[in-house]
């Protein structure tokens, strides 16, 4: 039974590697293989995408440590407190102190 199981998965393995990234034997090419061109982007065009990604994206699960302190800086101002308590504490301090820098 062992040799069995052992056949069966080296018969697995040899289709695995011989349906994988075949070549075009004719003419010597690979088939619908990207160009260096579209891989590759230039430094500051990525950077500026990058940017950009980054700017647009909301916080979406701050920690225990980072909502405490923004409840201390919104404890100074009982305004943002107060609407800390009613409408939550990231949007309280979005409101009274801008973007959270984190």
């Not at 690979?30 to 891989?39: E, F, G, H, L, R």
């Amino acid at each position: 039974m062992k040799t069995f199981a052992v056949l069966v998965l080296f018969a697995l393995v040899s289709v695995c590697l011989s349906t994988g990234d075949s070549k075009d034997t004719v003419s010597g090419n690979v088939a619908d293989s990207p160009s260096n061109a579209d891989i590759f982007v230039k430094r500051d065009l990525a950077s500026n995408l990058m940017r950009q990604k980054r700017a647009g994206t909301a916080p979406t699960a701050l920690t225990l440590t980072q909502l405490e302190s923004l409840r201390e800086v919104c404890e100074v101002n009982m305004a943002c407190e107060h609407m800390a308590e009613t409408a939550g504490i990231v949007a309280a301090y979005t409101a009274y102190y801008g973007p959270i820098p984190y």
